[in-house]
């Protein structure tokens, strides 16, 4: 018994970007030679009369596009947040730590030259 693999190759709608199997959707050849596949009436109906595909919320490009924009909006950004009632003090340590090291030493090397003078 030989069993016999086909493979169904599917082609995306022009408009919705759906999955249309072989046999399906509507063909439409503009003037152009241009061929467009629509996986029903509906999608056929909206290109025609020139719909955008941002306004409408059920085709696979929107909802593909409001997945991207949700994954941007979970990603944490830094937030540095203001210390209320902070003294100077307080203030210049955490300017000093965030100084780079090779500042601070240059500053330690000045400051220990004019001790020694």
């Avoid at 082609?11 to 503009?30: D, H, M, N, Q, W």
């Amino acid at each position: 018994m030989t069993v016999r693999i086909t493979s169904s190759r599917t082609e995306l709608c022009r408009f919705s970007g759906a999955k249309t199997y072989p046999g399906k959707g509507i063909r439409f050849v503009r003037s152009d030679s241009q061929v467009f596949l629509f996986a029903n009436s509906k999608c056929k109906r909206y290109f025609h009369s020139r719909w955008k595909l941002s306004k409408l919320t059920w085709t696979a490009m929107t909802l593909l596009l409001k997945l991207l924009r949700r994954d941007v909006v979970l990603q944490k950004k830094p937030f540095s947040r203001s210390i209320v009632g902070a003294t100077l003090e307080v203030i210049l340590i955490q300017k000093r730590r965030t100084e780079k090291p090779e500042v601070r030493g240059a500053a330690r090397e000045a400051g220990l030259r004019s001790v020694h003078e």
